[in-house]
């Protein structure tokens, strides 16, 4: 595992982001942990966080797996908005890459000069990625996606998240796939569930041990009921 990611995985659970229990997430299905970015509130968070982000655009644009040619950001309503926008300054900061980026409101406005839209303005032959916080069963993205395709000519040229659930999504397959078959659209996790739980297995973070056995068991069950098995 690359070292970035072994040192985000300790960062969001230092943030207080990656937690353990018992949750509920948007898709309704009952976890023994929860992703939420929401709960980044330092500047210094904000800053690694936006760091950890360009860490996994740069590294798949070096595979080739994500164009050279993205020139924008969009961070949906709200935890997606500091996501772009860390992303975007750790970029130009860090890589000398200036990307635009925008996001949306909740409600469109009805007054100045109105819209949905908040930041750079889409315009046609622009190439987007996508910032969010975790992919569950991809209900979010879809609901993001009609926004961007309103202006002729845009392209999505994926989704980057925090962490991948390797979760179905309304069928059978991992939402990625499903997101990928219906959209064409590739999703890009910084880590996945399987690297959290092989990170964190009775290793400390902070003087406690966040996945010992009884943890593990928890989320390998639920892995076991809501993952697709993969072959081999």
Known sequence: ????????????VESGVLTFGDFVTKSGRNTPYFINTGNYRTGTQAHRLGRFYAACITEHMKKGEISEDVNVLFGPAYKGIPLAVST????????GRDLNYCFNRKEKKDHGEGGNMVGHKLEKNDRVLITE????????VRETLPLLMQTEGVRVEGLIVSVDRMERGKGEKTAIAELYEDFGIPTYPIVTVREVIDALYNT???GKVYIGDDMR????????????????
């Open 133 to 140: 916080d975790v992919i569950t069963a991809g209900t979010a």
């Open 217 to 232: 068991e928890a989320m390998e069950n639920y892995l076991e009921k809501y993952c697709v098995k993969q072959n081999g």
């Open 88 to 95: 975007a300054i750790a970029l130009s900061a860090g890589y």
């Open 204 to 206: 400390e973070v902070g």
């Open 1 to 12: 595992m690359e070292q970035y990611k072994e040192e985000f995985i300790r960062f969001m």
